[in-house]
């Protein structure tokens, strides 16, 4: 499982950097999402994963007296995810407000020379 | 292209829908589920909506702005948040209630953030999503 | 010592947006309220400040959870000094946004957004949790992006890609570094990660995660190898949000570093070094990106760059008067840079443009506007004995005592091509004769007086923080020495969140 997680970790962040290195804005924009995605993962794999054992406590214990899923990882990639919803969803408007203004996909097009600075 | 098929099942799922968006929200406190999950589930049952009947009939449906909803449920969590202050205990602190409530259960100042945030993301979602579909037309 | 004082000023500014929220598409209103907010928030800060400055460290355990497993605000010497300069800087911007930006702008929610800014930097002030920074900071993120794009003109969405693509790159690797380090220590509180840290057995894994910090910080601080999108963004906005963002934004990465270097990691000689040479090559690069630009704004963005530098290379230093200098100048450079991009939105209004070489004769026209910006553009290129030139002798004292003659040089440089910058700008824009034949367009003069002192007000009050800081040196230097002092030695910080 691990080792599945390391792959597809790897995976994700080799192809967002790709995406990002390209001129495409939306291939910036999917190279970034991919690089969030393979981080959470990241976190998720780094939180120890533990299977079927919720970190649920007996009505009598105190303390935890078996292994348990660390769920802080988890809220740490909820709280993630979330956020970067907020950032995806206000790029894509501000990428096609963008695209309509300048008609082209090319990050290389985004450029105004300084002469027409006000 | 309306699909009559796609119609009749929004019209019975949003209901369905919206009331397992409350139940999501007010298991939220010691079971899976809360107000992110909730709002969640609520606004995908009126995008299933939206795509069933246009996203101009979802707004009639609407009433009101869904950007409206955003400072309605920002107030209401922060008003949550900010309430143990005036008990003297730090911010964010919880505040139950005695008694359980029957139905829902126990109450507490998380649940009204847990409120404020469902709010939020009903509002948040379909702004965005009505936007964006709004835009290409 | 617990109190709920701390939050306040991040409260003030939440029920501020609330309240303008209920009193959408009412400018006036929101106008009134965005001041009233700001001033609030100031009064909370310095009461925090002082509180701060004649006790100790205060803390409050959000939720009333105790310390390492809930979230802790903590407000030391330097958040509180942080705190205390963003109510000022965002005072004096909400003021000049009152005349000096666009009705359509603030029909589409300028003011709400720019409280959820200003509460966003204090909230990332003041946290004591390293994941609560993160999210502090998308705060931040997700406001300026709305205040980078509102109005949506060509370049500003341009400058708006550019800074989105950095930004959220920035914050993926932050991302990480929180999960590598929650991953090898088991702790996200940055007092129990102050103490975690040593007694990890794999020394190499937490220089790797040091490296995803400082790349993540290094973007939104503006140092060198990271620091292109800053130049090609911020000349593109309204210039009270530009005013914002270079006074407050790229210091909030810089607060960041010295948080995260001083108290969780310590750097170790190869840290050292590598902030010296980034210092180094962040000063050299920014002040000659600045000799060549023609356009106010563009110039303003290479100097935060060039000066950012001189902050990064105290840092690296790590010796007790290279960080009182650095924090000296981090509280100099906060004042002015807002001042200076609120500068050039007074001339764009005097003008209807930034560009130099179509300046000129303001002296002529407006004397007494034009020393007060003089003062604040001294002060800016270090002319004794104004706020800049003190930080600096510190700087280059602590370059000499360690034998970094590269970095003094450096410092050197970078202050005498600020200076000739300044010099060149004071030529052009203020000397220098008109070169406009017929009548410029001026859309100063018809403005009410109220108008116009809303305008020059800002900037006054921020030429006088700045004269304070300058000829008040002893008064700063002892808070700077006192904030230095808790950087080498974080036993009382971690004492004060954990308790023992």
């Not at chain 2, 796609?6 to 009331?19: E, G, V």
């Not at chain 3, 990480?176 to 090898?184: D, F, S």
Request: proline content about 4%; charged content about 10%.
């Amino acid at each position: 499982m691990e080792l599945l997680l390391v792959m597809l970790i790897g995976v994700l962040y080799a192809a967002g950097v790709y995406f990002i290195l390209r001129r495409s804005m939306v291939r910036l924009l999917l190279g970034i999402m991919l690089l969030g995605n393979g981080t959470n993962i990241l976190i998720f794999l780094l939180g120890n994963i533990t299977k079927g054992k919720p970190p649920i406590i007996d009505a009598d214990l105190k303390v935890f007296a078996d292994i348990y899923a660390d769920p802080i990882p988890q809220a740490l990639i909820l709280t993630a995810i979330v956020i970067s919803f907020g950032l995806t969803s206000f790029a894509i408007v501000l990428l096609k407000r963008v695209y309509a203004l300048i008609g082209s996909d090319d990050l290389d097009d985004l450029n105004t020379p300084e002469e027409e600075d006000i | 292209m309306r699909s009559p098929i796609l119609q009749t099942a929004a019209k019975y799922l949003l209901p369905i829908l919206l009331l397992f968006s409350a139940f999501l929200l007010l298991r939220g406190h010691y079971h899976p589920g809360g107000g992110f999950v909730g709002g969640l589930v609520a606004s995908i049952a009126f995008v299933l909506h939206s795509f069933a009947y246009g996203t101009d009939n979802t707004m009639k449906l609407l009433w009101y702005k869904p950007l409206t909803l955003i400072p309605i449920g920002l107030m209401i969590a922060s008003a949550a948040m900010f309430a143990p202050v005036l008990f003297g205990l730090p911010v964010m602190t919880g505040l139950w209630f005695d008694q359980p409530i029957p139905v829902i259960g126990m109450i507490g100042s998380a649940l009204f953030f847990d409120l404020g945030v469902y709010l939020v993301v009903i509002g948040v979602v379909l702004t965005i999503l009505f936007t964006i579909s709004l835009y290409t037309h | 010592m617990i109190d709920n004082q701390i939050i306040a000023t991040v409260l003030v500014h939440l029920f501020t947006a609330l309240l303008q929220l209920a009193f959408w598409r009412k400018t006036v209103t929101q106008r009134i309220l965005s001041i009233a907010g700001t001033l609030t928030g100031f009064l909370f800060a310095a009461n925090l400040f002082t509180k701060v400055y004649t006790g100790s460290i205060l803390t409050m355990n959000a939720s009333n959870w105790e310390a390492p497993f809930g979230i802790v605000f903590v407000a030391d010497m330097l958040s509180a000094t942080m705190v205390l300069l963003t109510s000022i800087a965002a005072l004096a911007v909400s003021i000049f946004s009152a005349t000096g930006v666009g009705r359509a702008r603030m029909l589409y929610g300028y003011f709400p957004i720019f409280h959820f800014l200003v509460m966003g930097l204090n909230g990332a002030f003041l946290t004591g949790d390293i994941f609560n920074l993160y999210v502090w900071f998308e705060v931040v993120i997700i406001a300026s992006f709305v205040l980078l794009t509102l109005g949506g003109r060509k370049a500003q969405l341009e400058g708006a890609v550019k800074y989105m693509a950095m930004n959220i790159l920035a914050s993926t690797f932050f991302l990480t570094g929180v999960g590598l380090l929650y991953g090898i220590t088991g702790s996200l509180n940055m007092a129990d990660l102050a103490l975690k840290i040593p007694e990890v057995e794999n020394q190499s894994i937490v220089n790797l995660t040091a490296m995803f910090f400082l790349i993540g910080f290094g973007i939104k601080s503006a140092v060198f190898p990271l620091y292109f999108w800053l130049p090609s963004s911020y000349h593109t906005p309204p210039s009270a949000v530009a005013a914002t963002f270079g006074g407050l934004l790229t210091k909030v990465g810089i607060y960041a570093l010295f948080r995260v270097f001083t108290l969780v990691f310590t750097p170790d000689e190869f840290m050292k070094t590598l902030f010296i040479v980034m210092g180094i090559l962040t000063i050299l690069t920014g002040a000659f990106g600045a000799i060549i630009k023609n356009n106010i704004r563009r110039l303003f963005s290479y100097l935060i760059v060039c000066h950012i530098g001189f902050i990064i290379g105290g840092l690296g230093l790590y010796t007790k008067v290279a960080l009182l200098g650095a924090v000296f100048y981090l509280i100099h450079d906060m004042i002015v840079k807002t001042n200076l991009f609120l500068i050039a939105g007074l001339i764009r209004q005097l003008r209807g443009t930034m560009n130099m070489e179509k300046l000129g004769g303001l002296y002529a026209h407006y004397p007494k506007i034009s020393l007060l910006i003089a003062v604040v553009l001294f002060s800016l290129a270090g002319i004794p004995p104004l706020s800049g030139f003190w930080p600096k002798i510190y700087l280059i004292e602590a370059g000499f005592s360690a034998n970094n003659y590269a970095f003094v040089l450096s410092v050197i440089i970078g202050s005498f091509i600020t200076l000739y910058v300044i010099a060149r700008l004071w030529s052009e824009v203020f000397w220098k004769n008109d070169p406009a034949e017929e009548i410029v367009t001026d859309s100063f003069k018809p403005l009410k007086p109220f108008k116009k002192m809303l305008l020059v007000l800002p900037i006054g009050i921020l030429a006088a923080t700045t004269l304070y800081t300058g000829l008040n040196a002893e008064i700063i230097i002892q808070v700077a020495d006192r904030i230095s002092t808790e950087m080498l030695d974080t036993t009382p910080y971690i004492q004060a969140v954990l308790g023992n």
